[in-house]
C-alpha cells in the first residue's frame, strides 16, 4: 500500500525524457498520489515495457485505473485512445483532473466497473483518499457508496465503446468478473495483462483457450501475479 501524507502543492510533475506527466493533487487532504507517481517506473516494470509497444494509433483500456497511472502514461507517452474505468470516486475525480492537466484529448474516464453484468450495486472502500487501494465491487461495508457495473461486452457489441486492441485489468480480486464479462472482446485484441489472484488460476486457461499464448508471468505479492498475453490468432 503506498504511504498516505499530505503535500503542499496544486500538482505533481513526473519527467520521462522530453515530455512530462501531470498529476493534481487535493492540498486539502493526505493523499497516496506523490507515492504513486514516484513509483511508476519501479513497481511494475513490466506493465511499463509492455504500453511501451503499443502502437499510437491503439486503443488501450485501462480498468481498475485509479488515478490512471498507466492511463496517463499511455496517453502521454505513446499518445493512442485511452478508455480508462475506475469506480472509487476520490481516485476518479483525481483521474479527471490529472486528465485536463495534461490537455489529454484522446484519455476518457468513467466511473464505473466493468463486470459480468448491468447492475447498481456498490462499492466497499478504504477511505476516499485519492489512490486507495483493495477496493471491493459488490459489497458493503463499514464505508462504501454506489457502483454502476457493466460488462465489456456488452459495451463493446452495442459499439457504446470501440474494440480495444490493448486490455490491462487490476480490479482487486473482481478480476473473474471482469473477465467472464470480457470473454467476446478479448478475441479481438493484441494483447492483455492481467492481474490475477491465485484463487482465479483458473482463468489463465480460459484465456488461453481463446487463442492467446502466456508470453509472461509476474509476481505482485503471494497472491497475485500479472500475467501478459499475446494474441496469436
Not at 510533475?13 to 511508476?40: E, L, V
Not at 502514461?73 to 470516486?89: C, D, L, Q, R
Not at 447498481?120 to 478504504?126: A, M, P, Q, R
Not at 457489441?157 to 473477465?179: A, C, H, S, W
Request: proline fraction near 3%; hydrophobic fraction near 35%.
Amino acid at each position: 500500500m503506498p504511504k498516505l501524507k499530505f503535500y503542499d502543492s496544486e500538482s505533481f510533475s513526473f519527467p520521462i525524457g522530453n515530455k512530462k506527466i501531470i498529476f493534481a493533487n487535493n492540498k486539502g487532504q493526505q493523499t497516496y498520489i506523490k507515492n504513486r507517481m514516484d513509483r511508476m517506473l519501479t513497481k511494475e516494470p513490466e506493465t511499463i515495457k509492455w504500453i511501451n509497444n503499443f502502437e499510437t494509433d491503439s486503443v488501450f483500456f485501462d480498468i481498475g485505473a485509479n488515478i490512471g497511472i498507466y492511463s496517463l502514461y499511455s496517453s502521454v507517452i505513446k499518445g493512442n485512445t485511452v478508455y480508462a474505468f475506475e469506480p472509487h470516486a476520490s481516485s476518479y475525480k483525481n483521474l479527471l483532473d490529472s486528465i485536463n492537466l495534461n490537455n489529454l484529448t484522446k484519455c476518457h474516464a468513467y466511473s464505473i466497473a466493468i463486470s459480468d453484468k448491468v447492475d447498481l450495486s456498490t462499492i466497499n472502500v478504504k477511505n476516499m483518499h485519492e489512490g486507495v487501494a483493495d477496493n471491493k465491487v459488490g459489497e458493503q461495508g463499514e464505508y462504501y457508496h454506489g457502483c454502476t457495473q457493466m460488462p465489456l461486452n456488452f459495451l463493446v457489441e452495442r459499439k457504446i465503446l470501440p474494440q480495444p486492441d490493448y486490455i490491462k485489468i487490476d480490479v482487486d480480486g473482481f478480476e473473474d468478473k471482469v473477465i467472464e464479462g470480457s470473454m467476446q472482446v478479448f478475441r479481438n485484441c493484441k494483447g492483455l495483462l492481467v492481474e490475477i489472484e491465485n484463487k482465479h488460476i483458473n482463468y489463465v486457461d480460459m484465456i488461453c483457450a481463446l487463442g492467446f499464448k502466456l508470453e509472461s508471468k509476474h509476481k505482485r505479492n503471494e497472491e497475485e501475479h500479472n500475467y501478459i498475453f499475446v494474441n496469436e490468432n
